[in-house]
């Protein structure tokens, strides 16, 4: 990139409405490439970017948008044709100066790594990740964008399906969607958002993105003659949605503080004076706290673990506190098997869980506030990290991880809305909720298993009780919150000792679980008594750049993470 590029897409991004302070920030080259920073200290709540949604380039802005929907192409495959066609009309494109920013930065994707790098990282889980998305990727071009362009002759003639749609062309600009898309609304979907996609990523933000979802989809107006067309004359027309009102106006006040002059400034600076009712048809950069002069502007992309990043973005974290080891259930039940050498049991009560799990994990009542939760005795989502892989590429949903809970009881048909056989270490070496359950219920003895299948409220105080006990004996909780509509009532908390049958089980549950943990942590050769601390040294230490370093990043990680499991599971278990 030279710098006269980047001055041509200000200058463009001024001239079609996109606002910003150019006394509060500016764009530079930085650690992670372009990024955007304080130019003096600001306000949690100051405003930093406004982009116009009439600017945004989705599949819906294209020029090629009535193609794309008469051929019913969605997901990151229409997104990146409409890129590509954009990019082929060269300066009679609007997007021409933003196009061609993006043209000289290419993203450093794990992807790209010749086959003899990509297998130093084989046994990490973010292999099979970009192993699979080369696939689908020469897939969706061979089956979607080559016969697209060719039954098009008329718009994709053959001067311009030879310089700009071969795989070449479409890997790159799948590589531009992969990192920069973001969700924008129910019209949009996700899209390119000039500027707002500067805004790099970090585990601890000071800024989001923000922006009315909930508009048309025919047209992308939030109040329309459309949307009255799809409800009934007895529903109640739902208002337009508006931004809380204490964000608007911590927006406005913090705006009043870095717009207001110093003494040696001119009065007639108007930088800053954007009227906030703009925001309604706008993709908005916010900062959530205060930002030192010189510091970088960032947001979170998602609770991510490595794999993800390094698939999706090209980057990974050191230190990810969201990053995670799967368990795959196959391993469960051979650790288990191996200690009750009882398959048909164990294939009993796994089954058994699998179809009543859902009780016990707490879901969101859709009456209720997202705050009040019925039937769990656990909170913990059902989410996953799991990487879509079909012509609705989940790969161009860079805020996917955001699911809307009002929309959950929409799609009816599909009611594994994750995998059900995969399960999660967490950063900390420890086992996700469903693990711990389903180990309790395989051991359990079988009198207890009988009574939790008779009653969901024995389960759930089963489970309960599991979950009060992994708090205080290994996260070292002593206080509990009791809250009801009177308010909130803490309190200590104890535990009866543990029965000789009880401690039997647990004995068990713990063995398993290492078990488990050995089956990922023989692969890398890992034992509780090495030291992926070193590993990292070493990895800094070796002079790698881009993926490869990440994909270094990525090993790591999962190796750290096996290492702390091992050593807590077993800490716990010559406890007992």
């Keep these: 990139m030279t710098a006269q590029d980047l001055t041509n897409f200000l200058a463009w991004a001024e001239e079609n409405g996109i606002q910003w302070d150019k006394n509060a920030i500016e764009v530079r080259e930085g650690k992670h490439g372009l990024g955007v920073y304080a130019k003096k200290n600001l306000e949690g709540g100051f405003e930093a970017i406004q982009v116009p949604k009439s600017i945004v380039l989705s599949a819906m802005s294209t020029g090629i948008a009535n193609l794309l929907e008469e051929e019913k192409i969605e997901g990151y495959v229409s997104l990146t044709l409409a890129a590509m066609y954009e990019a082929s009309l060269g300066a009679e494109s609007v997007w021409s100066a933003y196009l061609t920013l993006l043209a000289n930065r290419t993203p450093a994707m794990a992807s790209d790594l010749s086959e003899d790098a990509r297998e130093l990282m084989k046994k990490c889980e973010a292999y099979a990740d970009i192993e699979t998305d080369l696939k689908d990727m020469?897939?969706?071009?061979?089956?979607?964008?080559?016969?697209?362009?060719?039954?098009?002759?008329?718009?994709?003639?053959?001067?311009?399906?030879?310089?700009?749609?071969?795989?070449?062309?479409?890997?790159?600009?799948?590589?531009h969607v992969s990192t920069r898309a973001i969700d924008v609304d129910d019209y949009h979907v996700s899209a390119f958002v000039p500027f707002v996609d500067f805004i790099n990523h970090s585990s601890e933000p000071n800024?989001?993105?923000?922006?009315?979802?909930?508009?048309?989809?025919?047209?992308?107006?939030?109040?329309?003659?459309?949307?009255?067309?799809?409800?009934?004359?007895?529903?109640?027309?739902?208002?337009v949605p508006e931004l809380a009102q204490e964000k608007r106006e911590a927006r406005a006040a913090a705006k009043k503080a870095a717009a207001a002059p110093k003494e040696d400034e001119s009065d007639e600076e108007e930088d800053s004076d954007w009227e906030d009712e703009d925001s309604e048809n706008t993709c908005d950069i916010v900062l959530d706290e205060d930002v030192k002069k010189g510091e970088e502007i960032t947001r979170s992309y998602g609770p991510f673990p490595n794999k993800i990043f390094l698939s999706k973005y090209g980057f990974a974290e050191i230190g990810n506190p969201d990053d995670t080891v799967t368990i795959q259930l196959e391993m469960i039940r051979k650790a288990a098997d191996g200690i009750l050498n009882n398959a048909a049991l164990v294939e009993e009560r796994v089954k058994w869980f699998l179809d009543t799990e859902d009780k016990f994990i707490g879901e969101s009542d859709d009456e209720d506030s997202d705050d009040e939760h019925e039937g769990g005795c656990c909170d913990h989502d059902h989410e996953g990290h799991e990487h879509s892989h079909d012509h609705e590429h989940s790969h161009a949903a860079n805020d996917?991880?955001?699911?809307?809970?009002?929309?959950?009881?929409?799609?009816?048909?599909?009611?594994?809305?994750?995998?059900?056989?995969?399960?999660?270490?967490?950063?900390?070496?420890?086992?996700?909720?469903?693990?711990?359950?389903?180990?309790?219920?395989?051991?359990?003895?079988?009198?207890?298993?009988?009574?939790?299948?008779?009653?969901?409220?024995v389960a759930t105080e089963?489970?309960?009780?599991?979950?009060?006990?992994?708090?205080?004996?290994?996260?070292?909780?002593?206080?509990?919150?009791?809250?009801d509509e009177e308010g909130t009532e803490t309190r200590k908390v104890e535990l009866e000792p543990l029965t000789d049958a009880a401690r039997q089980i647990r004995k068990n549950v713990l063995e398993a679980i290492l078990a488990v943990i050995r089956i990922r942590a023989d692969a890398y050769g890992v034992t509780d008594k090495?030291?992926?601390?070193?590993?990292?040294?070493?990895?800094?230490?070796?002079?790698?750049?881009?993926?490869?370093?990440?994909?270094?990043?990525?090993?790591?990680?999962?190796?750290?993470?096996?290492?702390?499991?091992?050593?807590?599971?077993?800490?716990?278990?010559?406890?007992?």
């Design 138 to 175: 020469q897939s969706d071009y061979d089956t979607i964008v080559v016969p697209f362009i060719e039954k098009h002759a008329d718009v994709f003639t053959e001067d311009i399906k030879a310089k700009f749609f071969s795989f070449e062309n479409f890997r790159i600009m799948t590589a």
């Design 207 to 239: 800024a989001e993105h923000l922006a009315h979802e909930d508009v048309c989809e025919v047209c992308g107006a939030l109040s329309c003659e459309h949307m009255g067309e799809f409800e009934s004359d007895d529903e109640d027309v739902e208002e």
């Design 400 to 457: 996917a991880a955001d699911v809307d809970e009002e929309d959950e009881g929409e799609d009816s048909d599909d009611e594994d809305d994750f995998p059900r056989d995969i399960m999660y270490m967490d950063s900390d070496g420890a086992v996700d909720d469903r693990v711990l359950m389903l180990m309790n219920v395989l051991f359990m003895e079988q009198e207890q298993f009988e009574k939790v299948q008779e009653s969901e409220d």
């Design 462 to 483: 089963y489970f309960n009780d599991v979950f009060l006990r992994r708090d205080i004996e290994e996260n070292g909780v002593e206080i509990m919150e009791d809250v």
């Design 530 to 576: 090495t030291t992926a601390e070193d590993d990292l040294e070493a990895l800094l230490n070796a002079n790698l750049s881009g993926a490869l370093f990440y994909g270094g990043v990525c090993v790591q990680g999962e190796k750290q993470i096996l290492q702390s499991g091992l050593k807590h599971y077993g800490d716990l278990l010559a406890a007992i």
